[in-house]
């Protein structure tokens, strides 16, 4: 079975441009989230999707978003990049209920500059 | 809100030591509990898991057991590899609303494991 896969792996922008990460989850699943990992604040939930709808959403600045489409692939989009987006961007893939375990991918590197 | 917490490292040990992380978390319900491996330049990969209390995941010698009465999902494992350096994310899943769970991570334990 395939795993997580996410894309691209490295990206390097410049502070106001916007970005979109994408993600395919393993064949089956039906959740994908998303989460932001920084040397200063660690791991952070951005937001989940299910079945094409955003199930949960974290804290964070209305400039990131994301979608899921009908194959359960999912993008993020973050607009007017600043420099304290730079961060390892991961994806979860899961069958989306309390006791499955969610499986990662290998990360976007985002690079703000 | 629910949380966890990681012992700091970074935690340096000689092949063959015995290892310990330690994980306490803070939780309304029964959350599951999990314990990831973070390897340089990669994501996460899920390690072990438990789902209720008394439980024991263990996975590649690593075990963990999900303890109610002190809230903690400690990391041990007998004997580490030099392949075992890594960074270590205890983290529990977190509801919200009807159906949807998110993952609620500790800020990591780097174990460097010397030959």
């Known amino acids: 079975k395939a795993g997580v896969t996410q894309t691209p792996r490295y990206l390097i922008k410049t502070r106001g441009q916007q970005v979109t990460l994408s993600c395919s989850p393993i064949?089956?699943?039906?959740?994908v989230s998303w989460y932001q990992q920084t040397p200063g604040q660690g791991l952070q939930f951005l937001f989940e999707?299910?079945?094409?709808?955003?199930?949960n959403k974290g804290n964070f600045p209305g400039r990131f978003s994301g979608r899921q489409f009908s194959n359960s692939r999912s993008e993020m989009n973050v607009s007017t990049l600043e420099l304290g987006d730079s961060a390892l961007y991961l994806c979860?893939?899961?069958?989306?209920?309390?006791?499955?375990?969610?499986?990662f991918g290998q990360g976007t590197r985002l690079t703000v500059v | 809100g629910n949380s966890v917490t990681q012992m700091e490292g970074p935690v340096t040990l000689s092949e063959e030591a015995f290892l310990t992380i330690n994980c306490t978390y803070t939780?309304?319900?029964?959350?599951?509990l999990f314990w990831y491996v973070q390897y340089p330049g990669e994501g996460l990969q899920l390690l072990l898991k438990?789902?209720?209390?008394?439980d024991k995941g263990s996975n590649k010698g690593f075990e963990a057991t999900y303890r109610k009465e002190t809230t903690s999902f400690h990391l041990e494992k007998g004997s580490v590899q030099v392949s075992d350096s890594a960074v270590y994310f205890c983290?529990?899943?977190?509801?919200?609303?009807?159906?949807?769970?998110?993952?609620?991570f500790g800020s990591g334990t780097r174990l460097l494991v010397r030959p």
């Open positions: 979860a893939s899961s069958q989306g209920q309390k006791n499955t375990e969610a499986f």
């Open positions: 064949s089956g699943h039906r959740s």
């Open positions: 939780a309304t319900g029964y959350p599951s």
């Open positions: 999707y299910f079945s094409e709808t955003q199930r």
């Open positions: 438990a789902t209720k209390a008394d």
């Open positions: 983290a529990l899943s977190d509801r919200s609303g009807d159906s949807s769970y998110k993952l609620i």
